[in-house]
């Protein structure tokens, strides 16, 4: 069923904590590439530092597309300080080298594609 989806269990994870200030959580869905060589304190902080200024009130995750083998579009409601918008976002499976891999396939895990929570968003009017 849809909330046993893979990616919908994973964006619930990911949408939760930043709802929850929950910033370790958050950090785990840094695209590798912004890691680097961060501790997990920093990366929390680094995540905090990114999306506590967007104040994810309420969400419900509306649908999931695989649009390629190693990415996934995710679309919500949310309400962010106040406003009701709709949220979009990708999610993108990295290898343990920081290749895009195959889900299944290879070793890895799923990250948000972007870190910009300012880009997810499409005010409604």
Do not use: C
Request: negative net charge.
């Amino acid at each position: 069923g849809f909330t046993t989806n893979e990616i919908v269990k994973l964006a619930t994870e990911f949408l939760d904590a930043w709802q929850h200030g929950r910033w370790g959580i958050v950090a785990k869905f840094t695209p590798p590439a912004l890691l680097g060589s961060k501790t997990d304190g920093q990366a929390a902080r680094f995540a905090r530092d990114v999306f506590e200024q967007h104040e994810l009130q309420q969400w419900e995750i509306a649908s999931v597309t695989y649009d390629r083998a190693s990415t996934a579009a995710i679309q919500a409601r949310a309400t962010v300080a106040g406003v009701e918008t709709s949220l979009r976002f990708r999610m993108v499976f990295w290898t343990v080298d920081g290749n895009v891999g195959i889900p299944g396939e290879d070793n890895g895990s799923w990250t948000v594609a972007v870190w910009a929570p300012h880009t997810y968003f499409d005010e409604v009017t």
